[in-house]
């Protein structure tokens, strides 16, 4: 069953992102957090659950698209399912999901970024409709300073 997001699943969340990057030491999602995106009408973090065990996760936004009227585009990032359940139609689930959700706020497109490393993940975005080859994406990661 695939649901939002609640300040419970913090954990598990946290442990699928530590799959996603395992070399990151700054992974830490806040219970605070969740609620936070809960309470956003623009922000969706999804789990997929079942029998209790959260088993994959995605988070989606909708951005202010200043070029088609009022329309938005979805970006969409921490695409992870837990390696012991992939290859059970979970991370289609989640992708489909997303995807009606933007039909239905009328979305111009998806855009959906992955770590340029996780070859067989971009194998399974493009089974599900995704053209790697489009557009170029860059990122700019901005340093964690610690806090006192």
């Known amino acids: 069953m695939i649901r939002e997001a609640e300040s419970k699943d913090s954990n ?4 699928l992102y530590k799959i996603l990057a395992p070399h990151s ?3 830490k999602v806040l219970p605070e957090r ?6 956003d009408a623009n ?3 999804f789990v997929y659950e079942e029998h209790g065990k959260v088993k994959g996760s995605i988070f989606m936004t909708f951005c202010l698209d200043p070029g088609y009227q009022f329309r938005p585009y979805t970006v969409v990032e921490y695409v992870i399912v837990n390696e012991e359940f992939r290859g059970n139609g979970i991370g289609e689930k989640l992708l ?3 995807e009606q959700l933007s039909i239905a706020r009328e979305s111009t497109r998806i855009i959906l970024l992955s770590s340029a490393t996780r070859v067989e993940a971009h194998k399974f975005f493009t089974k599900n409709g995704y053209n790697g080859t489009i557009s170029k994406g860059f990122k700019k990661y901005i340093p964690i300073q610690s806090t006192p």
């Open 25 to 27: 030491k700054n992974i």
């Open 96 to 98: 489909k999901h997303v």
């Open 34 to 39: 969740i609620e936070q995106i809960r309470n």
């Open 12 to 15: 598990a969340i946290e442990n």
């Open 43 to 45: 922000n969706f973090l």
